[in-house]
């Protein structure tokens, strides 16, 4: 891969930097222009585009819509434990409570795991 490497570098230096070169790329860029723009080649770049847009585009549409569901489903999963839900019945502290002080326990996994 090395010596193939290096050979297209060689060739694309001398037809990018030699002016025997440089005329050889406006002449590839000119028949490659013709190409392009000819009505077969663009008839058939029309036909890939309205195949794309309406056979592909349905599809994509459906994977990409299974697998942010189960995307979400998972994250659903790992975000939410049974043991770590939170209760209706918790605590909620008094507009009178200090901002740093410790609410009650209880039940909770967190508050116990984070007292000193």
């Known amino acids: ?9 060689m060739a694309a230096g001398y037809v990018l930097g030699a002016r025997a070169g440089k005329q050889r790329y406006a002449q590839i860029k000119t028949v490659s222009g013709k190409v392009w723009n000819s009505q077969p080649v663009q008839k058939q770049v029309a036909s890939a585009k309205e195949a794309a847009r309406t056979k592909a585009a349905p599809v994509v549409a459906d ?5 942010a569901k189960t995307t979400a489903a998972r994250l659903r999963a790992q975000r939410t434990v049974a043991s770590e839900t939170i209760s209706s019945t918790a605590a909620t502290p ?3 409570a200090d901002a740093w002080s410790t609410p009650p326990a209880g039940d909770d ?3 116990a795991a984070s007292r000193p």
Not at 1 to 9: H, N, R, V
Not at 63 to 67: E, H, R, T
């Open 94 to 96: 008094t507009p009178e």
């Open 1 to 9: 891969m090395g010596k193939l490497g290096f050979l297209a570098g």
């Open 109 to 111: 996994p967190w508050a």
């Open 63 to 67: 994977l990409v819509g299974d697998a």
